[in-house]
């Protein structure tokens, strides 16, 4: 199968061709989202218009330049919310990697908060580089997401409800979706609430 040149693309594959740590795509696209998107109401949580962020995929798999400032992301930045949570959700592999999942999972059920923090330092230290820095650049901005939450209503557990299932997810087949489902989200908080003392 081939591979895509932005969306469904190994991350290593991408920054490596572009010479990146995190891919431009997501810088741009987070920098147009902390421009005009920190306060906007429900932002990641609300959709955007599903044959816009098609389109906008379409252009980047096909390197055809995007201006995040004009029209139509300009009017809707619900569009560029939705084609970089795409972005993240289409990876062959999650940026919170295969490897990294049954640790996280196991670390998120502990009780002791530092040792669930020891955890998740060592499990961290064992993603791949461009893993590690795509996934700081996008919990950074998500932490300015959640410190505008009195405006845009989003704190960092409805922020996690949203990325959740979109960084991480077992190569596994489960049983228990539901609770999968709800342990990710957990571990999504976690780095959220935690990001200073793990990174």
């Not at 330092?121 to 795509?134: D, F, G, I, Q, Y």
Request: aromatic content about 8%; glycine content about 4%; hydrophobic content about 40%.
């Amino acid at each position: 199968m081939r591979e895509e040149n932005v969306f469904g693309k190994q991350l290593a594959h991408l920054c490596e061709k572009e010479r990146t740590m995190v891919p431009t795509f997501v810088t741009k696209c987070i920098s147009a989202i902390d421009k005009r998107g920190l306060q906007v109401d429900g932002i990641y949580r609300v959709s955007g218009n599903l044959s816009l962020i098609q389109k906008l995929r379409f252009q980047i798999d096909q390197e055809i330049p995007v201006d995040f400032d004009s029209s139509p992301y300009k009017e809707d930045i619900h569009v560029l919310t939705g084609a970089l949570k795409l972005y993240f959700r289409e990876l062959p592999e999650p940026v919170l990697t295969f490897g990294a999942y049954d640790p996280l999972i196991a670390a998120i059920r502990l009780p002791d908060n530092n040792v669930k923090l020891n955890i998740f330092k060592e499990v961290m230290r064992t993603l791949p580089r461009v893993n590690l820095e795509s996934l700081k650049v996008l919990l950074e901005h998500l932490s300015r997401i959640v410190a505008n939450s009195q405006h845009n209503r989003m704190t960092a557990q409805s922020v996690a409800i949203v990325f959740g299932p979109t960084l991480m997810w077992s190569q596994k087949e489960s049983f228990n979706i539901a609770m999968n489902m709800v342990q990710q989200n957990q571990c999504i908080e976690f780095l959220l609430t935690e990001y200073k003392n793990i990174f």
